[in-house]
Structure formats: C-alpha cells, structure tokens
C-alpha cells in the first residue's frame, strides 16, 4: 500500500493522488486529509502506518518533508515531489488564516511554525534512498535547495514544470520501477 502525504493547502484527494490510485490502483493507496497542525498531521501519518501494511511513501512540497521526517523513523521507500526542505522558514509570510482546498479555514501560527521547526533533519542517514522529482520552474519553492539538501539520492529534474509539477503521471511507471527496485532492500516490499 502507498501512502500519499499532501502538501500545505492541499488535501488528500488531489490530482497526483487520483493519478496515483489510477496507476496503482486505488484499494492501494491511502490518501488522507491532513490536518494543518504540524503535530497533528504526523501523529495521523503514524496512525496509519500502524494501522495499514504501508510499502511506500510519496509526498508532495510540505508532504515530502513529512515524508522525509517519517522515513527516519520508518525505513519505506519514499518518493518526494518538490519537496520543502524548511517550511518553517517559508511560512513565516504565511502567519494568519487561510483556507484549504476544501474552502475551510485554518491558522498559521507561531506555533505552527515551531513544529514545523522541530521536525527539521540537519541531514539523511546514509542509508535512506529517495526518488526526488524537482521541477526548474517551480514558481514556490527554489528546486535548487531541494537538489542540495537531497545531493546523493536519485534526482530527476524536469525542465519547467511548475510547484504542482502537472507532469506527475508522466513519472509514474519510473515511480513504480523505482519502488520494485527499493522494495526489495527494505523488510516493507512494496
């Protein structure tokens, strides 16, 4: 089973998600709501993996930094898409209320900011892997960090594109050969 961990704004059942139930099948992949507390999201995330056979990670922007942050814990293949690599820098010019993609508010606070803060990795271990899909034109977040912060791993970056990186189902069966590959060093095939 895959589990799909959405970025800041976003919700669970977006279009890389639909792509990924299309391509995989949806009985195989999880694709929650997160709630907008840092703390929040990963006590679920951890919830689920718990409660389901989880074989792999994909995660997008914010949700690539919780899956960055769950594969520390929890040695599953990971995918990340335009990951953040400091969201607690980032949205320090996004204190106050916003709404989400489901037209609901919620609260960007100092607070928020601090648990973002707190599930920061100065480092990866040397033995985790990821699959990283940067886009050069994404408009939110530099590529380059990302690049930097994940120099080793297995990068793909795509000319354009844009932070939504539209292009996702492209990706999906060098996704899928990348999670056989992977799956077989780990205890979680997928």
């Known amino acids: 089973m895959i589990l799909w961990i959405h970025g800041f704004r976003s919700c669970g059942l977006s279009n890389k998600s639909r792509a990924l139930r299309e391509h995989f099948g949806a009985e195989r992949v ?3 709501d997160l709630p907008h507390r840092p703390a929040e999201a990963i006590a679920l995330l951890e919830d689920l993996l718990q409660r389901h056979p989880v074989r792999a990670l994909v995660g997008a922007s914010l949700g690539g930094y ?4 769950l594969k520390r814990r929890h040695d599953i293949p990971a995918v990340l898409v335009n990951p953040a690599v400091a969201p607690y820098l980032l949205l320090e010019d996004w204190l106050g209320w916003h709404r989400d993609c ?3 508010p919620f609260e960007v606070t100092r607070n928020t900011l601090a648990q973002l803060r707190a599930l920061h990795r100065e480092r990866l271990g040397d ?4 699959l990283v899909l940067l886009a050069k034109g994404d408009e939110v977040l530099d590529w380059r960090i990302a690049a930097d912060y994940y120099a080793g791993q297995e990068l793909i970056v795509h000319p354009g594109g844009d932070h939504r990186f539209t292009c996702f189902p492209d990706y999906l069966p060098r996704i899928a050969h990348w999670f056989e590959r992977h799956a077989k060093a ?3 095939s997928a």
Do not use: G, I, K, V
């Not at 919780?66 to 942050?69: I, L």
């Not at 033995?127 to 990821?130: A, I, K, M, N, W």
């Open 186 to 188: 780990t205890p979680r």
């Open 102 to 104: 489901h037209d609901r």
């Open 127 to 130: 033995h985790e892997r990821y």
């Open 30 to 32: 999880l694709t929650p």
């Open 66 to 69: 919780y899956a960055t942050w």
